[in-house]
């Protein structure tokens, strides 16, 4: 699989969530540790090289961590 294979809205979410983390102080590491998940998965989510993206349970636990609802992370309108 190529990262073209990560669709529109898939990229959406992982840029969402990378400008979030950065908000709120947290590193990639920092990130991965409070989500009971491998450094090398957010690396890889973030990446542009890699086709890893977050599945409802992360999304779910990542707005729980910041605080927010999940639907933070989706846009106004279908992409």
Known sequence: MKKADVTAIDQYVI???R???KE???SQRE???LLDL???FI???E???EVAKYNLTHINAIAKLFNCSP???LPDEPL
């Open 24 to 26: 709120k102080g947290y």
């Open 71 to 73: 639907k933070d992370f």
């Open 43 to 45: 690396g890889d989510v």
């Open 38 to 40: 491998s450094y090398g």
């Open 47 to 49: 990446s542009i090289k």
């Open 31 to 33: 990130l991965a540790d």
């Open 15 to 17: 840029d969402r969530i």
């Open 19 to 21: 400008e979030m983390r």
